[in-house]
């Protein structure tokens, strides 16, 4: 068979990449978000009059700390996968392609970092950031 008839199943076009491993990882991160999403909807309501005091003691329990940066990790994961199917299945051109895959992971690299560093701060009881920074 020629390159041109794999390509193509009863006139529909087969996928010529790896797909299967990320179509499970995105399926995956959608499986744990769920119990996740929940509990930060709970621990949300739980806070919602809690004040300033009360929020501070919720990140200092080591547990919501871990569940919290879980949470927007696995997150940050899943919309990186979800947007690099975006990119692939619109963006044609390999540079472009390429680019914004590159622009997209870098984001979601600092967007995880960022995340991470202030939940730490707050866990440890510092502010978010330090005096001087912010208005």
Not at 83 to 101: F, T
Not at 102 to 125: H, K, N, Q, T, Y
Request: overall charge positive.
């Amino acid at each position: 068979m020629s390159r041109q008839q794999k390509a193509f199943v009863k006139g529909v076009k087969v996928s010529e990449r790896h797909g299967a491993g990320e179509w499970t990882a995105e399926r995956l991160s959608s499986l744990i978000l769920i119990p996740l999403v929940l509990w930060g909807l709970w621990s949300a309501a739980v806070l919602s009059g809690a004040g300033f005091d009360g929020v501070m003691e919720w990140f200092s329990s080591p547990v919501n700390a871990v569940l919290l940066a879980a949470t927007l990790l696995i997150s940050i994961w899943h919309m990186n996968m979800g947007l690099k199917v975006v990119v692939d299945d619109y963006i044609h051109r390999p540079g472009s392609r390429g680019a914004l895959l590159g622009l997209i992971a870098a984001i979601c690299v600092v967007l995880a970092v960022a995340s991470v560093f202030f939940i730490v701060r707050l866990a440890l009881g510092s502010a978010p950031l330090p005096a001087g920074f912010g208005a």
